[in-house]
Every structure is written in structure tokens, then in C-alpha cells.
């Protein structure tokens, strides 16, 4: 599904990303962690097309092709849906027709005909109903006034619309209280398929319980030093991130 | 011949034509065509008009009062109106009356035509009260309209009435001449308790060019509300001069909403008159404009008495080689304590080549106010754009979504349902998207 090798990035010529491999099949889970800072949502970033990041070397494949060359919105157009840690305000344009213009661009793109809008109210009433949203929620500007909870929710509810191939959740869990997290992983394991991958950002092991990896990758001031199992995070709650720096500089 | 000489001479014949029956108004007419032969057209040596030059315009030889009649059928002209909704309409073609497309009344209340109201005796009072009387009659052009009005909207609310329906003011153009110079002129007067609602709309039919000096006089007495709104939306050989005063009496609301996305050149004046406590003045605007059109947005609030307010909002959004000015002036007169006066003027620069001037200008004499103001001038936020991009939305329609975010809140004070719905359709026009749904 994914492929990323020897990536390097940089933002106004100073490297973040300095030689990045992960693998990412159909069918899995990864999750990343690490301080702040050692760029988690720069690589997001850089998966999900954002220029303001060059890359200096290295590659990025998405089912075997290289994507360099694909704008953002191509690569949404492929199945790529990133959760964004902080999701923008869009006064005067309700959630329901943001979703609406996301998925039918996607279509449009496809050559394929817009949603009819009965089979689009059916589905937004279906994930709405899977992430307990309510619906006046839905009638709502896209993130104005929604609190930290709200607004991570609201990407899921999103993903869940767009039923994407690679998802990347970046910090999806940050602001949510217990109830939430559990809606949300639910949310997520809903999407997932042998068809699907997911890569989940976060610091704390308690998303993990509910959206169980087979990967857990370090990421430490731009590079991945450690790859284990779920049992790593176990470990990295435990002990902290400093002997996972420690056995990097060594 | 100088297009000032041109006026100067024309009017003579003018005067000869028009056989006002009141001495007054004569009078009126002579000391302001003596003004404009004294100030002549504004140029960029005058500090109001630093941004704006309007030497390329004056280049033209305008037809200064059309012969030619010209026939509009409603079906070619009906998307300029604001038409699902039932409304009196006030229309002119060339600057001539076209009682074809118009709906006026005298049922309670006096929708009908400068012509009339300058002279017939039943409207004197009103005319004698009000004409000229807040227009500024040491402004050049101000002046040079009132030398030559004859035509415009009469539009007279007798007090304690609720007008149901808005009130469309509608100036088309056809240009049948090469060029040609329009100089409407409109009296509105709401009386005490009235409520009314007006749409403005200057609106050329041809590709000929077309210059409009326009002048309208509010008055809003005690506890009235008056709701004005401008559709400025012409097309590139049409440019405005819009020349709008507003007298507020005790405890009135007057509220201007400005949507300028097109037009050569255009050049809004519009100046409040707070006389009066507990006044409430409103005005905003969103502009949004591409190619080398030219936005100036001219305003003067003059607050005069205590504990009364102003909010002004007015966003801008400028692609290619497009220009903006806001100029803002806030005036509070040393009587005028409690005053809370408040002023916004944000804009975007779309692309690099494009140019905003903002310059607000406070004037406080008064010890005791509150007064705010800000401007800012910034390009479309990347992380947004990244966002919405990131969602599978296009560029191109990822903009327009956060161009419509940005401008957004300016509609929030709409109070008019149809002319919401057809401004987010402007819009969306404008910035060249089909989102899907209306914006
Ligand atoms: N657009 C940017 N401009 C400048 N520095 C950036 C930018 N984006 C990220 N960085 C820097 O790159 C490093 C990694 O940031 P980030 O990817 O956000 O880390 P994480 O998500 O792991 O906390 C930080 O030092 C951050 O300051
Ligand atoms: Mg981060």
C-alpha cells in the first residue's frame, strides 16, 4: 500500500525528515510515536502532499507508484485521508456540505457521476449515527466553536465519508475524553478492511488498546530508531522515550 | 472639448429644458454647477483621491443627456433583479423612467420618481425639507449632480409603517450612444417608527462605456430603520461614482451593505450624519474583484451626539491586477460622549500583481469613547488551503471556499433571505466554482 524509502524532507532548508523507511501493507495497522517534535506530522504531512515541505531524497510509493508528482488533492483522489491534528475553521460552510463537495470532487475526479443526493443523506445519517454525532451538528460551519473533542471527531466522521485507502490519524486522540476515544476507535476499526491501512500518530498507549497495531514505530528527530510490536508501546508508556534516544546516539 | 467644458456648456441648455417650476430648486442648480466649475473633477492632488484616478474615464466623449429611447424586454433583464421574492421596483433605462419594468405605489407610502417629486406641488413639503440637504454641496461631483438631476427614486415612508416589501432601485444601461454619462439622482425619507428595505443596482446591458455619478440622499428620522443594499456587479466598460448621505435622527438604525465583484471602476462615498442620540449607523462591505478593476471604498461616519454607535466591516479579496482603497474616516465631535465606534477593513491579495491601500482615519474630540479600529492585509492561509486540499477539493475550489469563509460574517447582518442566496451565487460566480450546493 504504502511505501516510504530514504525519505528526507525540509522546510526552508532545514532538514525534519532525514531517511525514512516504513512499509505499510493492506490490511495493517501502524502506529508511530515519539517526543515532540521529531517529526510525526511533518511525515503525515509529506504523505498527504503538502509543498511547503520539499523533499530532498528519497521516495514515496502508494500501490506501487511514486507519487511525487500528485498534488494533494490527487492524492485524496487515490485514498490518501489524513486526520489533521489541528483542523481549520471554515465559517459559512456547513459540515454536511463540506463532505458533500469533498466526496463529489473525489467522484468528479474519478469520472464518475456525483452522489445522488438520497444515497448521500442515507450515508451521512449512517456515520453520523456510527460516531454519535448529532445532527444539528452536522448543519453547523465546518470547526467554528467546536471544542478540541468535537473537532477530532468531525475528521473521523470525514474519513468515515470518504472511506479511504491510507488513513493517517495524527494525534486523533489528543482531546478526547474516554466516551470519545471509544467512539472514534470505533469509528476506525468500522473502516478497517483487508483492502485498508491505517497509520495512527500518537503519544499515549491508550488509543492503542482500542485500535490494536501490528507496528509500532519510533520516531526520534527524524528518522525511525526503533520498530517493534504493540508491545513497544507498552514499554515506551513505561520507561518514557529517553533510552530509546539514548540507544540512538549510541 | 474637456469634458468639464462639455458639462459646463450643456448645462445652460439644460436649464433652458427643464423649466423647473421651483425657484429654489433653480436656485439649488446654479450654485452647484458654480461649485463644480470652481473644483472641477477630483484629481490624485486631493488627499481623498491619492488612490484613484478618474483621467482615464474622462478621456471618453460622453452623450450627456440620451434622445433615444430604448426598448428592455423583462425576460432578457430579470436575473439582475432580486426576482423570487414579491418587491416594488423603481427602473430606468438610460436614466429614463421605464414604468414597463417598474412597480411603484402611492398606497400609504410614495414609490415613484424624482421627476415627479421635483415637480408637483403635493411633494413640495418633502422637497423643500429634505432636497439636497444632506448631500455635501462643497463635493465636486456631488455638485455636478445636483446641477443636472432630474431623475432617480422618490421614495417617501410616511410614519409608523412597516414596508413589507423591498424596494428595488434598478439603473440599466443599453449605451446606445457610443458613451455615456449617467447622473441619477434618489430621495429616501422614512419617517418616524418606519421600517424600509432598498436594493440598488447599477447594471449595464451592452459592452459600451458607461459612466455613473450617482447621489442619494437617506433620512431617517426618529426610530426608523432603514436597510440599504448595493449590487455592484457591472460589467468592464461600466464604472460608479456613488455618492451616498445618510442623516440619522434619535434612536435610528441606518445599515449600508456594499457587494462590489465588478464594474471598471468604482468609487463609493458614504458619509453618516448621527443627529441624534442612541443612533445606530451599520456599514460593511465585501469586494471582490480581479482583472484591473478598481474598488474605493470612501466612508465618513460623523458622530455629533452622545452615546450612539457606528460598526463598520468591510472585507476585501483582490486578484490579478485588481486595486483597492479603503478610506474610513471616523469624525466624534467633542459633544458626542459614549460614542462606540467601531471599524474593520481586512483584505486579500490574492495574487502579487494586486494592490490594496487602507488608511482608517480617527478624528475623536471626545474624551469618553470607545473606538476600535483594524486593518489587515494577508494572502489565503496555506494550512487552511492545505486542508481542504487534503480532502480531495480542488485548488481552485478550495480557495473559493476559504475566500467565502473569510468574507462570511459580512452577510451574517443580511436581513434579506434572497439577496443572501443571490450574493453567495455572486460570489461563487465570481470566483469561477461550482461547489455543489449554493454557497
Ligand atoms: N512549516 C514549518 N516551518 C518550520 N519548521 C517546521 C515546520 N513544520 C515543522 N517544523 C519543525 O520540524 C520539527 C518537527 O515538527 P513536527 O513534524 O510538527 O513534529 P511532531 O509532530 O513530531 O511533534 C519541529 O522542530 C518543528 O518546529
Ligand atoms: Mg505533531
Known amino acids: ?250 | 472639448m474637456e469634458l468639464k467644458d462639455k458639462l459646463l456648456s450643456s448645462f445652460m441648455v439644460f436649464e433652458d429644458r427643464v423649466h423647473d417650476q421651483s425657484k429654489d430648486l433653480n436656485d439649488i442648480r446654479n450654485a452647484a454647477i458654480k461649485t463644480f466649475e470652481q473644483k472641477g473633477f477630483p484629481t490624485k492632488k486631493d488627499e481623498d483621491w491619492k488612490y484613484t484616478s478618474l483621467n482615464a474615464l474622462l478621456k471618453h466623449d460622453y452623450s450627456i443627456s440620451p434622445q433615444q429611447e430604448t426598448a428592455v424586454e423583462f425576460k432578457d433583464v430579470k436575473k439582475f433583479f432580486i426576482h423570487d421574492i414579491d418587491t416594488y421596483k423603481i427602473v430606468f433605462i438610460d436614466g429614463k423612467y421605464s414604468s414597463f419594468l417598474s412597480e411603484t405605489t402611492h398606497d400609504g407610502i410614495d414609490v415613484c420618481l424624482m421627476s415627479s417629486a421635483l415637480n408637483k406641488p403635493k411633494y413640495k413639503i418633502i422637497i423643500d425639507s429634505y432636497y439636497n440637504k444632506a448631500a455635501k454641496s462643497d463635493h465636486s461631483l456631488t455638485s455636478l449632480n445636483t446641477a443636472f438631476a432630474s431623475e432617480g427614486a422618490y421614495i417617501h415612508i410616511p410614519k409608523n409603517k412597516v414596508v413589507e416589501k423591498p424596494i428595488q432601485i434598478v439603473h440599466f444601461s443599453t449605451g446606445n450612444e457610443a458613451s455615456l454619462l449617467l447622473q441619477p439622482r434618489n430621495l429616501i425619507v422614512v419617517d418616524e417608527n418606519s421600517h424600509v428595505q432598498i436594493i440598488e443596482r447599477h447594471q449595464s446591458l451592452t459592452s459600451n462605456v458607461v459612466l455613473t455619478n450617482s447621489v442619494t440622499e437617506i433620512f431617517a428620522n426618529k426610530r426608523a430603520i432603514v436597510d440599504y443594499y448595493k449590487i455592484q456587479n457591472d460589467n468592464q466598460q461600466a464604472s460608479l461614482i456613488d455618492n451616498t448621505y445618510i442623516s440619522q435622527k434619535q434612536s435610528s438604525h441606518a445599515s449600508v451593505h456594499t457587494f462590489s465583484f465588478g464594474g471598471k471602476l468604482i468609487r463609493n462615498n458614504l458619509q453618516f450624519f448621527q443627529k441624534g442620540e442612541h443612533i445606530d449607523s451599520t456599514m460593511k462591505g465585501i469586494t471582490i474583484i480581479g482583472n484591473k478593476q478598481h474598488v474605493d471604498h470612501n466612508t465618513l461616519v460623523h458622530h455629533i451626539e452622545p452615546n450612539c454607535e457606528s460598526h463598520q466591516d468591510y472585507k476585501g479579496i483582490f486578484a490579478d491586477r485588481s486595486t483597492g482603497v479603503f478610506n474610513g474616516k471616523v469624525v466624534v465631535e467633542k459633544e458626542a460622549q459614549k460614542t462606540n465606534a467601531f471599524q474593520a477593513n481586512n483584505n486579500i491579495l490574492v495574487d502579487d500583481k494586486a494592490t490594496i491601500n487602507t488608511k482608517p482615519q480617527l478624528e475623536i474630540f471626545a474624551d469618553d469613547v470607545k473606538c476600535s479600529h483594524g486593518c489587515t492585509i494577508g494572502q489565503l492561509d496555506k494550512d487552511a488551503l492545505f486542508y481542504l486540499r487534503s480532502r480531495g477539493i480542488p485548488t481552485k475550489e478550495a480557495k473559493a471556499l476559504l475566500t467565502y469563509a473569510f468574507a462570511n460574517n459580512v452577510l451574517e447582518s443580511v436581513k434579506i433571505n434572497s439577496i443572501k442566496t443571490r450574493i453567495n451565487k455572486l460570489i461563487a460566480q465570481k470566483l469561477g466554482v461550482n461547489l455543489g450546493f449554493d454557497l
Open chain 1, 1 to 250: 500500500m504504502l511505501h516510504v524509502k530514504n525519505l528526507h524532507a525540509s522546510v526552508e532548508d532545514k532538514a525534519i525528515l532525514k531517511g525514512i523507511n516504513l512499509e505499510v501493507k493492506a490490511g495493517e495497522v501502524h502506529a508511530i510515536m515519539g517526543p515532540n517534535g521529531s517529526g510525526k506530522s511533518t511525515l503525515s504531512s509529506v504523505i498527504a502532499g503538502k509543498e511547503e515541505y520539499e523533499v530532498t531524497d528519497g521516495e514515496i510509493f502508494l500501490n506501487g507508484e511514486n507519487i511525487e508528482e500528485l498534488s494533494a488533492e490527487e492524492r485524496a483522489h487515490e485514498g490518501v485521508f489524513l486526520s489533521f491534528q489541528y483542523p481549520v475553521e471554515i465559517p459559512g460552510v456547513s459540515v454536511t456540505n463540506f463532505v458533500k463537495t469533498a466526496i463529489n470532487e473525489t467522484r468528479k475526479a474519478k469520472g464518475e457521476d456525483e452522489m445522488p443526493a438520497s444515497a448521500m443523506l442515507k450515508k451521512i445519517r449512517e456515520k453520523a449515527e456510527l460516531l454519535e454525532i448529532d445532527r444539528k451538528f452536522l448543519s453547523r460551519s465546518l470547526n467554528e466553536g467546536f471544542s478540541g473533542g468535537e473537532k477530532k471527531r468531525n475528521e473521523i466522521f470525514q474519513m468515515a465519508m470518504l472511506e479511504p485507502k491510507l488513513a493517517i490519524l495524527d494525534e486523533t486522540d489528543s482531546g478526547l475524553d474516554i466516551d470519545a476515544l471509544r467512539i472514534v476507535a470505533n469509528g476506525v476499526n468500522k473502516l478497517r478492511s483487508e483492502d485498508n491501512a491505517v497509520i495512527v500518530i500518537t503519544h499515549y498507549q491508550r488509543l492503542l488498546e482500542y485500535i490494536v497495531p501490528d507496528f509500532v514505530h519510533v520516531l526520534h528527530n527524524g528518522k525511525i530508531v526503533k520498530s517493534g510490536t504493540k508491545e513497544l508501546a507498552l514499554e515506551l508508556e513505561e520507561k518514557g522515550y529517553d533510552w530509546i534516544k539514548q540507544e540512538a546516539t549510541v
